[in-house]
Every structure is written in structure tokens, then in C-alpha cells.
């Protein structure tokens, strides 16, 4: 498979590197790390976000180059997708394509992933894209410079909120070394993308726990696009305020409903071993891990949160039951 997706990317003219909508760490550093693969390798190439980019991350390589849409003008003949688990999730950067679809390169590590791609490179035991990009970019003849290697270890870093997660190997840990190595900086990425935070990030959890319910084991709030708008928190993402509810000691499941301008919701799962999240939101229509999932609703919210809670409520009800006969 290395072989072709090189070959792939040698005989392509024009490539579009995308990843997902509201944007984390590793959808970024996944950007960035191919733009410098594909920089290496002297291609043309167009690097695409149907969001704006959050502030924290503009200090990767290559983030000044990144569109919010493809250029209408290029036919692109190769498509890289990234951290995408379907083609929803590139937005409008896959919907607005015009012309014939291009030959597509699917890399993620999303158990849900749809291998919507002409060729699939998907390790849902990963702990992020960037570390499947990291082994991807071993097989080749690339230099592991500081610039990628800034991009891979942000990647890491944030999908497993500081080598937290459970799905964190040594394997992970040596990867993350030998990219210190090669002048990669932990501290200040780690400062710069998980402890620095714009009030108004703060300010949204402030209303998200105001409003936060507790049934059962089931921990969520939800936050209308008046609310945020108020705040001023123009991102799309509520990864930081479902992960903090989820961390409650109570909390089997934690979920965050977020309305935003077009007043569909975006819907985030969260979930400790032994849960599992990623089937609840593969049945809304979305996807994810086992234990971090999302998906997209229309609204409005209220009829969106009365589903979802009643839902979740159903699958742990069913994850409970199986967990009981287990033991
Ligand atoms: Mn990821």
C-alpha cells in the first residue's frame, strides 16, 4: 500500500490535502505534516479546512497556506484525506469540487471510517492520523525534519490530551521521542494547544455547566448558537467541555450539544473503559472512537437533545446489561 499511494502521488499534478470540519490538533498537524511531506517531494498542492484555523495552532508549518476552500480555478487529479472518518466530514471542501471525483488517499485511524477512499490506509488502533502518518512517512525516503516532526507530535499530543488516553503504547512513546529528537518542542506544544485557552472557550464551559444534567450515569448539557454567539466562541468544537464532564467521577457517558450558525448541532460523545460511544453516534450518523464520537443533527435543538439523550439512555442500558452477565 506505501508503494501506491506514493505512486499515486508522484503522478498526480495537482493535490488537495483536506481534513475534517471544526478542526482539533490532529486534523492540523495531519495537514501540515503531508503539506511538508508533499513539500519534499516538490508537488503542487492546495491544503483545505472548511473552518478557520483556531488560533492556537498557527504556529504549525505551512498553516498560513491553509484554505477554507479548494481553488475553483485547479482540476485536482489526487485527493489526501485526512483524520476524515466519511466524506461528510471534509464539508464543503469535498462538496464544492467541481468536474470529475478525484482519485482519493483515505488515511485515519477512526474505527468507523467508511473507506470511502480510492485507497484506504486506516489503523483504527492508532492513537492519532499523525502517528499512521508518522509510519506511513518511515516508509519512504523522507527527511524527518523539525517542521514535520513539529506537526506529528501535535497530532499525537492532542488525540490522546497529553498521552492520557488508554490507546497510548510504548510504541507511541518511542514515536514521540525520536520526534523530540529531530527538534520537535513537547513543553510548548503542549502549553500552546491543551493548557492555553481563549476566554471564550472558558466562557462556553461556563454556560455548558450552568446548564449541565445529571441522569444516571449520563452527564451532558447543550448550548444554543445564541449562547455561544454571546460569548463570542466562534469554533465548532466543545472537545474540552466533553471531555471535562466526562471525567466525572459519576459520569459513565458525557455529552456536549453544540447549535452552531446554520442551526444544525454538533453532538460530542465522550467515555470511559468500559463504555463505548462510537455506536451510539455511528447510529445518529456520525462516528468516532470507543471512546470519543460525534456526529452532526439538524435542529432544532431541543428535538436534537431529546433524541440523543434518549438514545445514549437506551445504549447504556444495553452496555450495562451486557457488562452485568459478564461478570
Ligand atoms: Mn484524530
Redesign the pocket.
Known sequence: MLEAIQRSIQNAKQILVVTHVGP?G??LG?LTAVATALDQWSKTFTLVCDNPLPRRFDFLPFSDQIQQHPDTAVTYDLLIAV?CGDELRMGQAFADLSGERPFIINI???ITNTQFGDINFIDAAAT???EVLYRIFRGYDLELTAAMASSLLT?IVT?TLGFRTNNVTSQTMKIASELMDVGADLGAIMTQTMTVKPLSTIQLWQVGLNKMKIDNGLIWTSISNEEREAVGHNSTSTTGLVNLMADIEQAAIGIVLLEVDDGTVRIGFRCRPPYNVSEVALNLGGGGHALAAGCTLPGPLAKAESMVIALTKESLRQQEAILKNEY
Open positions: 482539533d490532529d486534523a495531519s483524520d485515519d485511524h477512526h492519532s492520523t499523525a497530532g488525540d
